[in-house]
């Protein structure tokens, strides 16, 4: 079945370093391919999002590209800074039917000034 | 666009009572889903509303869960005979398109006692 796996955490990072989080998928098809942040006391918020291959998400500093051949969408950013500390899921949106999300585990990353 | 509305925030119980969680979607969103989302867990697939019409089940949705979503509006999510298990964070999220990216909810998050 569907699925996403995405790298462990949690990550502490000092500020202005860069960032990669890394995630694969499983997937029959052409699925939609998202990352969610949650910040502290906070609900999912959508970062950015892909639908087909190739397509590069992108949104406040953070990039991901959809890469079929490697079934990967790793969320990268250039300079972290401290407002970014978060929790980051990586989820996949099935290509018919309900199209219901399968995340993954979920990475905490922590920037330290 | 006002965001998805969930009530309560907060549901403290004890083991065996009945609890009712409400979620109001973004007005003109028609599809409406729920996930569970434990500790250190990404969100997980609880069932799905087309409109009125529940499309879609998970397995973990067991025979004491039961959802509606009267008009096509909003949703309410019903927990019998409450277990320890069920100790969670209850999300609802919204979309307008089947492959449209889905917007969260702040939680209902349950304790049983």
């Known amino acids: 079945g569907d699925s996403v796996t995405q790298m462990e955490g949690p990550v502490t990072l000092s500020e202005e370093a860069f960032l990669t989080i890394n995630c694969t998928y499983t997937?029959?098809?052409?699925?939609?391919l998202f990352w969610y942040v949650q910040y502290p006391g906070e609900g999912l918020q959508l970062l950015l999002k892909?639908?087909?291959?190739?397509d590069k998400g992108s949104n406040k500093g953070f990039e991901a590209t959809y890469r079929k051949e490697t079934t990967s969408f790793h969320l990268e950013k250039g300079s972290v800074q401290v407002s970014d500390s978060a929790v980051y899921f990586c989820?996949?949106?099935?290509?018919?039917?309900?199209?219901?999300?399968?995340f993954g585990t979920g990475t905490r990353l922590t920037v330290i000034p | 666009d006002t965001g998805v509305s969930q009530n309560p925030r907060h549901k403290i119980t004890k083991r065996g009572q009945n609890v009712t969680f409400r979620c109001d979607p973004i007005?003109?969103?028609?599809?409406l889903y729920w996930y569970r989302q434990t500790l250190g867990q990404g969100p997980e697939f609880l069932t799905y509303?087309?409109?009125?019409?529940?499309?879609?089940k998970s397995r973990l949705l067991s025979d004491r869960f039961s959802a509606e979503r009267p008009k096509g509006s909003f949703s309410t999510l019903e927990i019998q005979r409450t277990e320890q298990g069920d100790s969670a964070m209850y999300l609802c999220?919204?979309?307008?398109?089947?492959?449209?990216?889905?917007?969260f909810g702040d939680g209902t998050r349950l304790s049983i006692l």
């Open positions: 999220a919204s979309s307008k398109t089947d492959r449209a990216a889905q917007h």
């Open positions: 997937a029959t098809g052409y699925p939609s």
């Open positions: 892909a639908t087909k291959a190739d």
């Open positions: 989820a996949l949106g099935g290509e018919t039917g309900a199209n219901n999300l399968f």
């Open positions: 007005s003109e969103h028609n599809r």
């Open positions: 509303f087309q409109n009125e019409a529940q499309l879609e």
